[in-house]
């Protein structure tokens, strides 16, 4: 029986590449000149730092721009609202990469095929979402009708079997 697993990736070097360069950016640019602005990264978890707010959506601006230019989507990015002061004017925000699809959303996938009523079944297994039909046409108008539903999450249609 065709299959395919509906998942949500974020490939840790590139999300690595894009932290290396921003700070090499912020480290080249005049308006950043003595200051202590930086990403720094744990896992899929990033802090940036900087002297001001402003500086910190400076900071900001810049890795968002260097994950889309490596093919991360910015969708994938938990940003914290809280800009936390660290010392003196020093201020620092955290981000969180999203990796899989979190179960909220996982039920709400496999609510909206079986609304859809289309001849296939959703199953959640951990952290994706195995979708299963009889034909490749219906697994296919399975992925048109979840892309065109499921906008603000980045989501991959993988491991597609006959």
Same mark, same amino acid.
């Given at each position: 029986m065709p299959s395919?697993?509906?998942?949500s990736e974020v490939d840790k070097t590139e999300v690595k590449n894009a932290v290396e360069q921003t700070n090499k950016e912020v480290t080249?640019?005049?308006d950043? #000149?003595? @200051?202590?602005?930086?990403?720094?990264?744990?896992e899929m978890e990033l802090t940036m730092y900087a002297d001001n707010e402003f500086q910190l959506s400076q900071v900001q601006d810049i890795l968002t721009s260097k994950l889309s230019k490596r093919g991360v989507d910015?969708?994938?990015l938990d940003i914290n609202d809280k800009i936390e002061k660290v010392s003196g004017?020093?201020? #620092?925000? @955290?981000y969180t990469v999203k990796v899989g699809v979190e179960t909220e959303l996982a039920k709400k996938i496999?609510?909206?095929i079986k609304e859809s009523k289309l001849k296939v079944q959703a199953s959640i297994q951990g952290e994706s979402v195995r979708v299963t039909g009889?034909?490749?046409d219906d697994l296919q108008d399975c992925i048109a009708f979840v892309k065109e539903s499921i906008t603000d999450?980045?989501?991959?249609?993988?491991?597609?079997r006959d």
């Open positions: 395919f697993d509906i998942v080249t640019r005049f950043f #000149k003595g @200051s202590d602005a930086r990403v720094e990264q744990a910015i969708r994938s004017n020093k201020v #620092k925000r @955290s496999v609510k909206l009889k034909n490749r999450f980045p989501l991959q249609y993988q491991n597609f």
